[in-house]
């Protein structure tokens, strides 16, 4: 199997299920944090799950560019996450990330979904 063919909602998914069904009760409030990050020549844009002082990271996409991401790459990496946790109460963070009222309203429209 190759990088490429690996796919985290099969394979990981199910255990950040588990992980949040162990960490946190049902009625949590789980807060969700975006945010990108260059290392070495790779831009990586994720989103994590706050714990304690740590994040577990939920869901990431490998960016093709530099700088920041676009509404289009942001929509690709929450909306898999949003329904992983469909039943539970998100709040979302993030830094300059962000940066965008059009994904504002695009997060408020599918988490009431």
Same mark, same amino acid.
């Given at each position: 199997?190759?990088?490429?063919?690996?796919?985290?909602?099969?394979? *990981?998914? &199910? !255990?950040?299920?588990?992980?949040?069904?162990? /960490?946190?009760?049902?009625?949590? =409030?789980?807060?969700?944090? /975006?945010?990108?990050?260059? *290392?070495?020549?790779?831009?990586?844009?994720?989103?994590?799950?706050? *714990?304690?002082?740590?994040?577990? &990271? !939920?869901?990431?996409?490998?960016?093709? $560019?530099?700088?920041?991401?676009?509404?289009? =790459?942001?929509?690709?990496?929450?909306? &898999?996450?949003?329904? !992983? /946790?469909?039943?539970?109460?998100?709040?979302?963070?993030?830094?300059? =990330?962000? $940066?965008?009222?059009?994904?504002? $309203?695009?997060?408020?429209?599918?988490?009431?979904?």
């Amino acid at each position: 199997m190759t990088i490429k063919e690996f796919s985290l909602a099969l394979f *990981w998914f &199910p !255990l950040v299920k588990k992980i949040i069904e162990n /960490l946190f009760s049902f009625s949590s =409030e789980l807060v969700l944090i /975006l945010d990108r990050t260059q *290392w070495q020549n790779t831009n990586i844009l994720m989103i994590s799950l706050a *714990w304690k002082k740590m994040a577990i &990271p !939920l869901y990431w996409k490998i960016l093709t $560019h530099k700088g920041a991401s676009n509404l289009t =790459e942001q929509k690709a990496v929450i909306r &898999p996450v949003i329904r !992983l /946790l469909k039943d539970q109460k998100i709040i979302m963070t993030a830094d300059r =990330e962000y $940066h965008s009222i059009f994904l504002s $309203h695009w997060f408020k429209k599918i988490s009431q979904a």
